[in-house]
């Protein structure tokens, strides 16, 4: 994912709800937070191939964020 997508995809974190993604399991986690993303930004194939990956790397950071 280019920096400009990669911004966005850190704006729309920061809108979702943290209470339907803190307890869900990382299948969960990944799938609804992957469509939400490609929803608003349309994503290419690789893009969303770069995006659940980054997403399995990054759960904690992405949950202490949504947390704090």
Same mark, same amino acid.
């Given at each position: 994912?280019?920096? =400009?997508?990669? $911004?966005?995809?850190?704006?729309?974190?920061? &809108?979702?709800?943290?209470? =339907?993604?803190?307890? @869900?399991?990382?299948?969960?986690?990944? =799938?609804?937070? =992957? #469509?939400? *993303?490609? %929803?608003?930004?349309?994503? #290419?194939?690789?893009? &969303? #191939? %770069? !995006?659940?990956?980054?997403? $399995? @790397?990054?759960?904690?950071?992405?949950? %202490? *964020? !949504?947390?704090?």
């Amino acid at each position: 994912m280019n920096a =400009s997508k990669l $911004r966005a995809f850190w704006s729309l974190i920061l &809108q979702a709800s943290p209470d =339907s993604l803190s307890n @869900a399991s990382e299948a969960v986690f990944i =799938s609804q937070l =992957s #469509t939400y *993303v490609n %929803d608003n930004l349309c994503l #290419t194939a690789n893009e &969303q #191939t %770069d !995006l659940v990956a980054y997403l $399995r @790397a990054k759960r904690h950071l992405i949950l %202490d *964020v !949504l947390i704090a």
